[in-house]
């Protein structure tokens, strides 16, 4: 017997005919797919599909040690069709909540005989597995649109998996501007070289340039496909393979785990405590700021649904079915809240109670970053913002870029461990200069390394000094070059990641320098160039804020304790029209309501002692 909660499969499909920029785009309902549990086995999972027949794939497990799991692989109930050589379809995700959506070539819908609901079914099978892989990472998937191709490519896809990468990713820039999303996954039927399956940045998600990956659809099982794509996504929000030792949570013949460096049937299903340290890790410094904001759920809608976990329009919430509803405050059967109840969901609320306002609902994460507060009127905590791109972090060092502050010395520790700082600017310049596999700008279109420009060196092979023995990583080696500058013998340590099977990794070089790393004043690393960086919105904020704040991602004043939004030009207790309430610090606000009361006595005082109850009043508990 099993318990299944539906999940919401509502998105809009778009057809792109031979114009690129004509989309004709309709909705689409299909209430087929399923999420659940065995009954009487609390650990176990099942995630089902009722579109075309039945499929699903059934994890029973009734203890925690790996010898008392038991597996059930994908059961199949229909004929499966294997997507044809070329085929590739596009996935666009949103975290926290991954808003997906879908993109599919034009030869290869073809190739399908332009049948648009058995191509559209396979993509959501797949994209179902991978919101059930994260939601044990408390990360939900639900999938928001399909855009078909049916004429021409909108971006070079080939065997070379780095050209392939690059021009997805930049083709996804311009689809920002139609639909806004964190994240994009292109899943294809083409055959890269060598043994890759799959490749996507490491730390790249919510980055404008970077946020995405490739797949293969490689198997007869979308399970297959569906364990890349989860592999990929795990690069993106800062998840690196495992090492050895770190899946104790499935044993290889279970499939392991998703961040595994090579996987294969049966299929991984689970995430192993290193790729949540990783995550951890990577929330820490202030990765992943676009993840923590609460979807559009009209994004979702088109065939809303009570008990699928979203809380959609017209409901006070959504417990997910009957069966599995653990919610004290909600009514499951019909998504209301119960009798005296505020509130069901949302870190700002308590026991069914609104939290007050001003209560920190979400910390700063690394320096770049801005706390958010519950403004007692909701129970979920103000969409996140951090410092505006280009301002200052790192004693000046470094500039804040989509949240984080990303410089040499946090990459060389990143590569080498405690102690490692970057080497002498004449490594980067001469070690860069040789357009090789140990000293480059990256690959171009045909994959060959790109020596660096003079101006560019900072921006290619990260330079190290470290006293360690080699890189972290098992697969990664120390590449070692003495360079004798101004009479002295500077050492210079680079970092060779070489795959772990014959031909290519997943994972463009991570010995490059990231995205947004300062490369001089005002400059910043982009597509492998040291480029001047346009903070024209920064300086225009700044000078709104009258010396007494910082300027945050919306472009709004985040003010200092002492000062109130929107400028920062009156007393007041900080933050920001984005923030919510700043927290009220009894101490602070007695001390900053008596300084502000005898400072307008001494100014003005028959105005002011008329008033003086009602300050006092403001003061009380």
């Given at each position: ?204 998600m919510c980055s404008h340039e970077n946020s ?139 026991d069914c109670k609104l939290k007050q306002a ?29 410092l505006l791109d280009g301002s200052s972090c ?228």
């Amino acid at each position: 017997f099993l318990s299944l909660e539906q999940t919401a499969p509502s998105y809009l499909v778009f057809l792109c005919p031979a114009f690129s920029d004509l989309f004709l785009f309709f909705h689409l309902q299909d209430h087929c797919f399923y999420h659940g549990r065995v009954r009487g086995h609390a650990d176990s999972w099942v995630a089902l599909s009722t579109c075309l027949g039945m499929r699903y794939v059934m994890s029973c497990v009734t203890g925690f040690s790996s010898d008392t799991i038991r597996s059930f692989n994908s059961v199949t109930c229909l004929r499966k069709a294997k997507m044809p050589h070329s085929l590739s379809m596009h996935l666009f995700v949103r975290l926290d909540h991954f808003a997906c959506w879908h993109f599919f070539m034009s030869l290869q819908f073809r190739k399908q005989n332009k049948d648009l609901y058995k191509t559209k079914m396979r993509i959501m099978e797949i994209a179902n597995y991978v919101d059930k892989f994260y939601r044990d990472l408390n990360i939900r998937v639900p999938l928001i649109g399909l855009e078909v191709w049916t004429e021409h490519d909108q971006c070079i896809i080939n065997e070379e998996p780095n050209s392939t990468l690059w021009s997805f990713l930049q083709w996804r820039q311009k689809l920002k501007s139609r639909k806004k999303h964190d994240n994009a996954q292109l899943l294809t039927g083409v055959i890269f070289k060598g043994t890759t399956i799959g490749m996507a940045t490491l730390e790249g998600m919510c980055s404008h340039e970077n946020s995405g990956g490739i797949n293969v659809d490689h198997s007869e099982l979308p399970i297959g496909a569906a364990a890349t794509m989860a592999h990929e996504i795990g690069h993106n929000i800062g998840m690196s393979h495992d090492q050895e030792g770190c899946c104790v949570e499935a044993t290889a013949e279970q499939g392991g785990c998703v961040m595994a460096a090579a996987t294969g049937h049966p299929f991984p299903k689970v995430f192993s405590r290193c790729s949540k340290k990783d995550l951890d890790n990577y929330f820490q410094k202030g990765g992943g700021m676009c993840l923590f904001n609460m979807p559009n759920m009209k994004d979702l809608v088109g065939g809303k649904k009570c008990g699928n976990g979203f809380v959609e329009e017209g409901e006070e919430c959504d417990c997910g079915e009957p069966e599995e509803c653990t919610n004290n405050c909600c009514h499951p059967s019909n998504c209301t809240l119960k009798v005296d109840a505020q509130c069901a969901h949302g870190v700002c609320c308590e026991d069914c109670k609104l939290k007050q306002a001003g209560t920190m609902c979400r910390g700063a994460a690394g320096a770049c970053d801005l706390p958010e507060y519950c403004t007692g009127g909701s129970p979920y905590c103000p969409s996140n913002v951090y410092l505006l791109d280009g301002s200052s972090c790192q004693h000046g060092r470094a500039y804040c870029y989509n949240g984080m502050c990303l410089t040499h010395e946090q990459q060389c520790l990143q590569l080498w461990g405690y102690g490692a700082q970057p080497a002498h600017d004449v490594c980067f310049q001469d070690v860069n200069a040789a357009g090789n596999a140990f000293g480059n700008c990256g690959k171009d279109s045909h994959g060959n390394y790109v020596k660096c420009a003079k101006s560019d060196a900072k921006c290619g092979k990260i330079q190290c000094h470290s006293a360690a023995k080699k890189p972290k990583g098992s697969n990664a080696v120390s590449i070692d070059t003495t360079i004798r500058t101004d009479g002295i013998e500077v050492k210079c340590r680079g970092t060779y990641v070489y795959s772990t099977q014959d031909g290519q990794g997943d994972l463009p070089d991570p010995g490059l320098v990231m995205t947004g790393t300062k490369c001089g004043e005002g400059k910043v690393c982009k597509d492998r160039q040291c480029q001047n960086a346009s903070f024209t919105e920064l300086q225009t904020c700044i000078a709104r804020c009258h010396g007494h704040g910082v300027c945050n991602s919306n472009g709004n004043c985040h003010c200092n304790r002492g000062w109130a939004p929107p400028f920062c030009e009156k007393p007041g207790l900080g933050g920001s029209v984005d923030s919510g309430p700043v927290q009220n610090d009894s101490e602070f606000t007695f001390s900053f309501l008596c300084t502000y009361f005898i400072t307008c006595v001494l100014s003005l005082p028959l105005i002011h002692f008329p008033v003086l109850p009602h300050i006092f009043y403001q003061m009380s508990p």
